[in-house]
């Protein structure tokens, strides 16, 4: 494959976003501003901000600031390492802002293709010269100019087409996958909200509890009213707590040790290291740090296999290993200001968190509970991992495409645009399975 040398401003125009003023940031609204947090900096591409309330702006905007579905995005700041070189797709029409820490980029008609240029930021080749470039400060930034100043090679127009294909295809996968993995958790979080926070879990008659008109008693603990044979209890009666195991390494310290194994913090994956200490299921709760989302719950993670995690996040597991699920969904739905201290820096100690009053349903029920949504968990298990396999092989696919290493293989892409079609097929199954269950409840 034939390769020629550029520098990327030959090939694509780059543009700053708008400056906008937060005296017109709102709650709600009919334009949305985008900021870092739309970068998915696990396995790039885009996704919704959940960590802002503020994200609408209702004040004056240019046309040109306004972003059509398929327009290719990238940071100017670098708030999280690694960040600078990410791309994202808008996925909507008409909807989302152009703020000034995110740059637009347009390819020149006919010399760079949409879908290769997306991967070309994100590659190596290019990420390495704009961190190399980026201003040595806490916070990296860049610009416009550094990223068209960045030299690249590229093939022929028509290979570059089919690289990009290729590439969208292992992606779509990717999205299809957390389109079901987002069905599944609404599912588990609806049956949870239904049974536990509404009271409508099915009585003896498959009716719901308490629309029916099930005994209700009130609870001086709880200072609220719950179901009948219903109780209390304080958290740390529930559950174990992993803490003291927890062992937290620097950026240095993981740079040493890069392997396989996910290290953990307070809100995702961190890094990868060489070794683990923790095998098999847990539940994180944020420390400290960002302690809650948008909406004011607690960030809860599920996570299993062999990890690493570090001094910023809680280590749980019930005491009854078998309530695991309704754990996890109960923990997310504890009001967070309820157990967190600190004005500024929150903070969720093990004290308020062991000291939360919960309500405690009786053990049939919890039975109930985890047979339904533990075969629905281990399907979202399942698509995590392909997700995780996919773009692993996308990572490595890319440098040797991207250099001339590799070209595109038509049997691949064919594989890849039927497996595409299986999921969209399978996608449509778990949506149903979903109604139907919802319908039962």
Not at 122 to 140: D, H
Not at 201 to 225: C, D, I, Q, T
Not at 345 to 371: A, F, R, T, W
Request: glycine share 8%.
């Amino acid at each position: 494959m034939k390769l020629s040398k550029h520098k990327l401003g030959e090939l694509i125009e780059v543009t700053r976003g708008a400056s906008l003023s937060g005296q017109f940031y709102a709650e709600e609204g009919e334009l949305i501003r985008l900021t870092l947090g739309n970068f998915n900096m696990n396995g790039g591409g885009f996704k919704e901000n959940t960590s802002k309330t503020d994200l609408y702006y209702t004040g004056t905007v240019k046309d040109e600031f306004i972003l059509n579905k398929g327009d290719i995005i990238t940071p100017l700041t670098e708030q999280s390492l690694g960040l600078l070189g990410t791309t994202a797709r808008i996925p909507e029409d008409g909807k989302y802002i152009q703020s000034q820490d995110v740059a637009l980029v347009k390819c020149k008609e006919g010399l760079l293709d949409p879908n290769f240029c997306y991967y070309l930021i994100s590659s190596s080749i290019v990420r390495q010269q704009l961190s190399a470039g980026a201003q040595q400060t806490k916070i990296r930034h860049t610009s416009p100019d550094k990223i068209k100043d960045c030299t690249v090679w590229v093939p022929e127009f028509e290979e570059q087409k089919r690289i990009g294909r290729i590439l969208t295809d292992i992606d779509e996968k990717i999205t299809l996958n957390r389109q079901i993995n987002d069905n599944l958790e609404a599912m588990a979080k609806q049956l949870y909200d239904y049974w536990f926070v509404q009271f409508d879990f099915p009585n003896e008659e498959g009716k719901p509890y308490k629309s029916s008109g099930g005994a209700m008693v009130w609870n001086e603990k709880l200072k609220r009213e719950i179901p009948q044979e219903w109780s209390d209890c304080k958290l740390k009666d529930f559950i174990n707590l992993f803490d003291s195991k927890r062992v937290p390494l620097s950026s240095k310290d993981r740079g040493e040790r890069q392997g396989v194994y996910p290290y953990y913090g307070a809100t995702g994956i961190m890094d990868y290291v060489n070794d683990y200490i923790f095998d098999g299921d847990y539940i994180l709760l944020a420390e400290d740090g960002s302690t809650s989302d948008a909406k004011g719950f607690p960030i809860v993670q599920y996570i299993w296999g062999k990890n690493w995690v570090n001094n910023h996040a809680h280590i749980i597991l019930p005491k009854n290993e078998r309530y695991t699920m309704f754990t996890y969904q109960m923990l997310r739905s504890i009001p967070a200001k309820q157990i967190e201290t600190g004005s500024i820096q929150k903070k969720i100690s093990q004290e308020n968190l062991c000291g939360y009053k919960m309500v405690l349903p009786n053990s049939d029920l919890l039975e109930k509970y985890e047979n339904v949504v533990s075969p629905l968990w281990e399907k979202r298990k399942r698509c995590i991992e392909e997700i995780n396999t996919l773009t692993k092989q996308r990572d490595e696919l890319l440098p040797l495409l991207m250099n001339g290493q590799a070209s595109v293989n038509y049997h691949l892409s064919l594989h890849l645009s039927n497996t595409v079609l299986y999921t969209l097929h399978y996608l449509g199954t778990v949506q149903n399975h979903v109604v139907r269950v919802l319908k039962i409840i």
